[in-house]
């Protein structure tokens, strides 16, 4: 039994009992950590607001005998949670993020997978691109981390150079004709530099891109995210994403 402290970004919450509240986050050192925030829902409490989801913290912890931690003491690094939830779009991307982060971690999570997530999130409460784009580029990144990088430019089965223009998610992305099974279903060239765009970070790009584009793009990378995660995430039916631009 132990007490230490690491930075953490909230993914989830749910009521304990008459006061507390069990505390779902991804760390910065340790992983996924599930902990007991005591107290929390009492109108006094000064450490509630900061263990929200989408909220970025440094907290202490007390290790015990269980999987269940509990939380000690809690200074905000990053308070996205308000901004994020004052916008519809901005929240129902956040609200996809945290769902896939906490779908794909565990104890062992990566450090890549917490900086990518608070990055994202940060990204969202600040306006900086529109939530749609971000959540987009989120999910295949978060993907790769996980070794699932999508290919969309050489086959993803035999490796011949592409361009391709066939799509099958069960096989990682375009593939070649001679690989790609019959009727599967055939990316133009721009939703293709979108998705690659979107993969890489390349925002000039990924923001002149055509409504139309924007939406076929979506839909590849929701069908995608969801095989891998083997069954559908309930947040991405919920996201809002009617705006291309801010």
């Not at 907290?59 to 690094?77: K, M, N």
């Not at 939703?191 to 390349?202: N, P, V």
Request: aromatic content about 6%; hydrophobic content about 45%.
């Amino acid at each position: 039994m132990r007490t230490y402290k690491d930075e953490v970004v909230v993914l989830r919450t749910h009521k304990l009992g008459e006061a507390d509240r069990i505390v779902t986050c991804l760390s910065r050192q340790h992983g996924k950590i599930r902990a007991v925030a005591k107290g929390v829902r009492r109108t006094a409490s000064r450490i509630g607001s900061r263990l929200e989801p989408f909220m970025v913290a440094e907290v202490q912890f007390y290790e015990g005998r269980s999987q269940l931690h509990t939380v000690q003491q809690v200074e905000s690094l990053g308070a996205y949670g308000a901004e994020i939830v004052a916008d519809y779009a901005a929240y129902t991307a956040a609200s996809a993020m945290v769902e896939t982060a906490d779908r794909l971690t565990d104890a062992d999570a990566s450090l890549q997978q917490y900086l990518l997530l608070v990055g994202a999130l940060r990204s969202l409460s600040r306006h900086e691109h529109a939530p749609r784009l971000t959540l987009d580029s989120y999910l295949l990144r978060a993907l790769s981390i996980a070794g699932w990088a999508p290919s969309f430019v050489d086959c993803a089965v035999t490796g011949v150079p592409g361009p391709h223009s066939a799509f099958v998610v069960q096989m990682g992305g375009v593939v070649c004709d001679e690989a790609a099974p019959p009727g599967a279903p055939r990316l133009d060239a721009d939703t293709l530099r979108l998705l690659a765009s979107l993969l890489a970070g390349d925002w000039p790009v990924a923001e002149a891109a055509a409504e139309r584009t924007l939406n076929q793009a979506s839909g590849v990378v929701a069908a995608y995210t969801q095989w891998h995660l083997e069954r559908g995430l309930r947040s991405l039916e919920h996201v809002d994403r009617s705006a291309a631009v801010r």
